[in-house]
């Protein structure tokens, strides 16, 4: 799963298509995040740091196919509510570093 953060103005809710299935997004999130994420249901998860709180959704949304390879595809949604600016930025940046996956 490659993450590629646009560096304009955080919004507190935005989405990203991702290429992962549900199972492989939780398990690079924990380990993204290993001082705790939440599991709220099967896609929905939350990850806390101090005042600011991360809730993520992620919705299945297909297979992408480019020639034979298949790609699993899902849209997380985001939504940050406590902290400023600066620390939600700073979360999401540590957690879009520690997902990324090989390949550029």
Not at 16 to 41: C, H, I, N, Y
Not at 50 to 65: A, N, S, T, Y
Request: glycine share 10%; hydrophobic share 40%.
């Amino acid at each position: 799963m490659s993450l590629i953060f646009n560096p304009g103005a955080l919004a507190e809710g935005f989405s990203r298509e991702l290429s992962a299935t549900p199972a492989e997004f939780e398990r690079d999130l924990r380990k993204a995040w290993p001082a705790g994420v939440v599991r709220e249901s099967d896609h929905r998860f939350c990850v806390e740091d101090g005042p600011i709180r991360l809730v993520i959704q992620v919705e299945v949304i297909g297979v992408r196919k480019i020639g034979l390879l298949e790609l699993p595809r899902l849209a997380a949604h985001y939504v940050f509510s406590g902290g400023d600016e600066a620390a939600r930025r700073q979360l999401l940046t540590r957690l879009d570093r520690a997902m990324q996956r090989g390949g550029g």
